[in-house]
């Protein structure tokens, strides 16, 4: 199985800040990556696929970025509604892997 | 619209046996898999498995080949997961989940609100 390692596992930001998420495959895994956001006990939400795609209805403030091993998820200005956990996920090779999850508070 | 719309909460003991559904409505429902997604009390998301319901052929991760059943009917479009002896380890949120493209591994836009399941004796 394809490992995904995201970093950080969590982090605090104000609103207006960019934040950066970054996920790391254990092998090449192409653009095969797509990023989840989660928040608190509700299902997750698709935002990016092919790993820069924005998913239709997905605010423009979220995008994706790499190809290969290394994979950036960036929110350009935070808004407080963003308080979630983000997913990475691969879906290269059976069966898809998440990373871990990166938990997004606000200050 | 697409909608998934799951079962509602169980809560079973030790070595029962146990089959949550999901219903998808607003598409063809026999042209996109379907898989399940596990989420364990306060824990990360993993990937168990899907189903074609247009043929159904299924796949699994080797975390969960043997530990569950994938399963769906066409007639009434629903999916299904089911486990014939449920342990204190299955007590978790299950995902429903459409995927988006032709491919058993593509990502999925629309869940499902998920269905907890608790067991405990």
């Known amino acids: 199985d394809i490992q995904m390692t995201q970093s950080p596992s969590s982090l605090s930001a104000s609103v207006g800040d960019r934040v950066t998420i970054t996920c790391r495959a254990s092998?090449?895994?192409?653009?095969?990556l797509s990023w989840y956001q989660q928040r608190p006990g509700k299902a997750p939400k698709l935002l990016i696929y092919d790993a820069t795609s924005l998913e239709t209805g997905a605010p423009s403030r979220f995008s994706g970025s790499g190809s290969g091993t290394d994979f950036t998820f960036t929110i350009s200005s935070l808004q407080p509604e963003d308080t979630a956990t983000y997913y990475c996920?691969?879906?290269?090779?059976?069966?898809?892997?998440f990373g871990q999850g990166t938990k997004l508070e606000i200050k | 619209e697409v909608q998934l719309v799951q079962s509602g909460a169980e809560v079973k003991k030790p070595g029962e046996s146990l089959k949550i559904s999901c219903k998808g409505s607003?598409?063809?429902?026999?042209?996109?898999?379907i898989g399940w997604v596990r989420q364990m009390p306060g824990k990360g998301l993993e990937w168990m498995g899907v189903i074609y319901p247009g043929d159904s052929d299924t796949r699994y991760s080797p975390s969960f080949q043997g530990q569950v059943i994938i399963s769906a009917d066409k007639s009434i479009t629903t999916a299904y997961l089911q486990w014939s002896s449920l342990t204190a380890s299955d007590t978790a949120m299950y995902y429903c989940a459409r995927l988006g493209g032709i491919e058993a591994s593509d990502p999925s836009g629309n869940w499902g609100q998920g269905t907890l399941v608790t067991v405990s004796s």
């Open positions: 092998q090449d895994i192409s653009y095969y």
């Open positions: 607003g598409y063809i429902f026999t042209n996109y898999w």
């Open positions: 996920q691969q879906y290269d090779n059976l069966p898809p892997s």
